[in-house]
């Protein structure tokens, strides 16, 4: 009984300083759970958060959003566009209206990594400004086929509220002007992070 006891003891205190130390929400406030983002306990160990917003890139006009950087003197024959890039602070809103309220920023850059199709790369932090997620970030890197509905680019990593990110964002263009080529993007992103 005595053997017993001396095993039980420690091994209860092991699991009473786990459970402490594993809690999701210790030294932080609970989640709030507005229109635009809701984060769960997702298990034991990380929490998973859905996040709404709307991405606006105006490479014309007065408010820039997006600037090139760079682009080949020759791309060769049949190549529209094929090496450009741009560096790009971006708003995320709350809706489609650029007026909307304003949830916090893209900044990074994108380029035209295809030569056959209408293939971007994209290397984004987006910045949150918004609730418990102010100052939390998700870095998004990845493919983005501008011609498809929809587009899946991967979530690589996140600081703050967001420490140890990893997920996937779907894309969806919700409006385009094909002369300016400004355009309103609606982003779902679906993070796990600790």
Do not use: C
Request: hydrophobic share 40%.
């Amino acid at each position: 009984m005595t053997k017993l006891r001396l095993f039980l003891i420690p091994f209860f205190q092991f699991l009473i300083l786990t459970t402490i130390t594993t809690n999701p929400y210790r030294g932080r406030a609970e989640p709030d759970h507005s229109k635009w983002a809701k984060t769960i306990t997702h298990n034991h160990y990380e929490q998973k958060t859905t996040l709404q917003f709307y991405f606006h890139d105006n490479i014309t006009g007065d408010s820039l959003t997006a600037v090139k950087i760079a682009q080949p003197e020759n791309a060769g024959p049949g190549v529209s566009g094929f090496g450009k890039l741009f560096m790009a602070d971006e708003p995320l809103t709350m809706n489609s209206s650029p007026e909307s309220k304003l949830l916090g920023r893209a900044q990074g850059m994108w380029g035209r990594a295809s030569r056959e199709d209408s293939g971007l790369f994209m290397a984004f932090t987006y910045v949150f400004y918004e609730g418990i997620y102010n100052g939390s970030s998700v870095s998004i890197l990845g493919r983005n086929l501008v011609t498809e509905p929809v587009r899946e680019m991967p979530v690589v990593g996140g600081t703050g509220l967001f420490r140890m990110a990893r997920g996937f964002a779907l894309a969806r263009t919700y409006f385009i002007n094909t002369t300016s080529s400004n355009a309103i993007v609606g982003y779902n992103v679906t993070i796990f992070h600790s």
